[in-house]
């Protein structure tokens, strides 16, 4: 049993900055990666950043690179998007993905939060 939670979505006025949280919890051996992804209405699900749990590494969309930085507290299992500079094209549900190896497994797979919709808008 694995939940990822999302927290922290909004409305924000254009150039302004919100902070997303998502908290992994249950019976978890290790996270192997943390990643943030984006739905707008009537658009696919796209990629927005990720974390490599082990390494350390990040990663970013071009349309987000520059203005979000995704960060990580490892004691609580949480992973961070910082959103900067928003754009009303940014408006979207934010969903946090994991590859988290349950305590039983012996490789991790993805989990999905429920979502967490942030609304850039004048």
């Known amino acids: 049993q694995v939940q990822l939670v999302e927290s922290g979505g909004g409305l924000v006025q254009p150039g302004g900055s919100l902070r997303l949280s998502c908290a992994a919890s249950?019976?978890?051996?290790?996270?192997?990666?943390m990643a943030w992804y984006r739905q707008a209405p009537g658009k696919e699900r796209e990629f927005v950043s990720a974390?490599?749990?082990?390494?350390?590494?990040?990663s970013y969309a071009d349309s987000v690179k520059g203005r979000f930085i995704i960060s990580r507290d490892n004691a609580e299992r949480t992973v961070y998007l910082q959103m900067n500079s928003l754009k009303p094209e940014d408006t979207a549900v934010y969903y946090c993905?994991?590859?988290?190896?349950?305590?039983?497994?012996?490789?991790?797979?993805?989990?999905w939060g429920k979502g967490t919709l942030v609304t850039v808008s004048s």
């Open positions: 974390f490599d749990w082990s390494g350390g590494r990040t």
């Open positions: 993905n994991g590859n988290i190896r349950h305590m039983l497994a012996a490789y991790g797979k993805d989990y």
């Open positions: 249950g019976t978890i051996s290790s996270i192997n990666a």
